[in-house]
């Protein structure tokens, strides 16, 4: 791969940050993260050397689903601060350099949007095809399925009108009806008005599914989960995407990231690809549902690193000739990456942190982090369901009482794999509530902040933050860790991930034993003499067949 042939965009160099506003700081004394907090921590965001911060939802919202049931996108909520608080928070941000990237949920509402309510006071109202009804008295509705819904249905009854609203989440997240032209007018509007506000893009929530299929037919043999790729695949798709790029988004210099499920590589180009006009990038599932059943139950293929290589292998080559990815391992749906993909004891939990990072900012592809990774923290591991606030685990857990299934496993799985192990506050300090507020936080800290925590790690030279900080450098000084072209090496081992990225006469050599023992690296006699760029041990011992590598250790290398 040659830096000649590449269109260098300012979205691809850069290291994205995902900060969940609701768990970063809290600035007066609620137990809830809010704007003013993350103003608090600019300089520290700054610190870590990242360029892009992709922000959760700060909408207003009654939060059932922590800010992803939107009841007014044109105002913050008030638990976040205000309108003010958000310009200065911008503000703070570039003028540190630092891009801000928002998250758009346009495939559903809230079900208190002043839209909604219109819709459901009556079927004649203006409203009304702002949703998807279906009247009573054409009987039950084709078969849906909802990620949220205690009873599994996709389709809610509505009394006052006899008809069924449909959600493909919480009933209190009703989905738009993207296929009346007002309701896209709407959207559009709203997306300028953040755009003028000076936003630098959108991380676009289940924007795949916006799309239904007329008439809502059956879909005969797909059921539960499995219809998540028939959402997915909804006829006016990229109709609307490219009607999106046409009418707002190439009017500014902005970067876009769909949140892709039902996405894959027969059909991620349709998305990305830069003469489709839709978007730039695109989040798939595959590597982080790896290892789970349905409703998040853990299986024997969690930690097979030989499908996660060919999985992750074979998204980062897809993107060789045309359109752009993405790299990531966790987010506030999904569990701490050093539990899951790591080892969270005490003796490797920091050097397979690191190695993580090291993954994360030497792939091919614009990487994203999540707050908190950078200081390793862990899953909290609740052992009861009275300790979780997510409308997931808590539905599937009543709906698996209510089958008269096996809940207690279900919870000992959401230990290892729930989402609220990612939305615990942020372990600041030793001081009470790890630093992150003065009252009793919305949900419990993790137990083990007197160990893990910024403070502490700040001025520890191996620690995993002053590590992190070194990679996010290394990565700028390194144009072939984000343009050069990616090649696998020992596709089989069980233990050693080891690859190339290649630009121009630069060969960079990655190594990394995602293993709790030593393992020897076999590589070829080619990569043996290089120069190393980053280490996670101040040792590396080289063998005759290559590189014999400690736990976890991560090395980077410059091939002479």
Known sequence: MKISTIKREWWKEGVVYQIYPRSFQDSNGDGIGDLRGIIQRLDYIASLGIDIV???PVYQSPNHDNGYDISDYQNIMDDFGSMEDFDEMLEGFHKRGIKVVMDLVVNHSSSEHKWFKESRSSRDNPYRDYYHWWPAENGTPPERWSFFDEEGSAWAFDEKTNAYYLHYFDKTQPDLNW??????????????????KGIDGFRMDVITFISKHDGYPTFEGVHGDKMIDVYASGPR????????????????????????????????????????????????FEHVELGLDARKIVNSDHRNLVKFKKIMSDWATAFDQKGWGTQWHTNHDFPRQVSWFGDDTAEHREQSSKLLSTFLL???????YYMGDEIGMTNAKFDSIDDYDDLMTINWYNLTMAEG???????????????DNARTPFQWDTSENAGFSSAKPWLKVTDNFKEINAAEQENRPDSPLNYFRELTQ???????????AYALLLAEDENIYAYTRTLDDEVILVLLNYSSSSHVAEIPNVLHNGDVLINNFDTLEKVDAGFSLLPWQAVVLKIK
């Open 54 to 56: 992709w922000l959760n």
């Open 179 to 196: 296929e009346n032209p007002k309701v896209r007018e709407e959207i559009f509007d709203m997306m300028h008005f953040w755009f003028k």
């Open 237 to 284: 798709l990229h109709q609307y995407l490219h009607e999106m790029n046409r009418e707002v988004l190439q009017h500014y210099d902005i970067m876009t990231v769909a949140e892709g499920p039902g996405t894959n590589l027969s059909n991620i180009h349709d998305l990305v690809d830069e003469d489709r006009q839709e978007l730039n990038m695109n989040y798939h």
């Open 362 to 368: 030497t792939m091919r592809g614009t990487p994203y």
């Open 405 to 419: 299934g096996d809940a207690q496993k279900l919870l000992e799985s959401h230990k290892l794999s729930g989402r």
């Open 474 to 484: 290394l990565r700028k000084d390194n144009l072939a860790l984000i343009y050069g």
